[in-house]
């Protein structure tokens, strides 16, 4: 029996100055070699999770956007007349990078998201 009632993926998360929408929604598109767990438009100001993730692939897909996120309300993936800062396919390592060291060190450490859940939020909140 689980220890804690499982808490519900809202519509919705505050990222920065914004609340962007979150939606479950398949890709549309038909090819299979393309697996698209989640994506982010930044005008649509909508972040898609595949409606079939669960666990920790959920998890490990929602860091991974939120990276993008990241990236995108902090210019880091900005292109002036003469660069770019960050190629696509640099953004998606690093954003595959980050987000599987982070779901790793929480997976290996159970204590850690409650830890730092308790010292943003305060003891018992
Ligand atoms: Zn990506």
């Given at each position: 029996m689980?220890?804690?009632?499982?808490?519900?993926l809202?519509?919705?998360?505050?990222?920065?100055?914004?609340?962007?929408?979150?939606?479950?929604?398949?890709?549309?598109?038909?090819?299979d070699?393309?697996?698209?767990?989640?994506?982010?438009?930044?005008?649509?100001?909508?972040l898609?999770?595949?409606?079939?993730?669960?666990?920790?692939?959920?998890?490990?897909?929602i860091?991974?956007?939120?990276?993008?996120?990241?990236?995108?309300?902090?210019s880091?993936?900005a292109?002036?007349?003469s660069?770019k800062?960050?190629s696509?396919?640099?953004?998606?390592?690093?954003?595959?990078?980050?987000?599987?060291?982070?779901?790793?060190?929480?997976?290996?450490?159970?204590?850690?998201?409650?830890?730092?859940?308790?010292?943003?939020?305060?003891?018992?909140?």
């Amino acid at each position: 029996m689980p220890k804690h009632k499982p808490i519900k993926l809202p519509d919705k998360i505050k990222i920065g100055w914004r609340y962007v929408n979150i939606t479950r929604e398949a890709p549309t598109f038909t090819n299979d070699a393309n697996e698209e767990y989640g994506s982010f438009h930044g005008r649509k100001n909508t972040l898609n999770l595949h409606p079939e993730l669960k666990g920790i692939q959920l998890a490990n897909t929602i860091c991974h956007e939120f990276d993008h996120i990241a990236f995108d309300d902090l210019s880091l993936n900005a292109e002036t007349k003469s660069m770019k800062l960050l190629s696509e396919d640099l953004e998606e390592l690093i954003a595959n990078g980050r987000a599987n060291h982070f779901v790793s060190i929480c997976l290996d450490n159970k204590w850690f998201l409650p830890f730092l859940q308790q010292l943003i939020h305060g003891e018992d909140k």
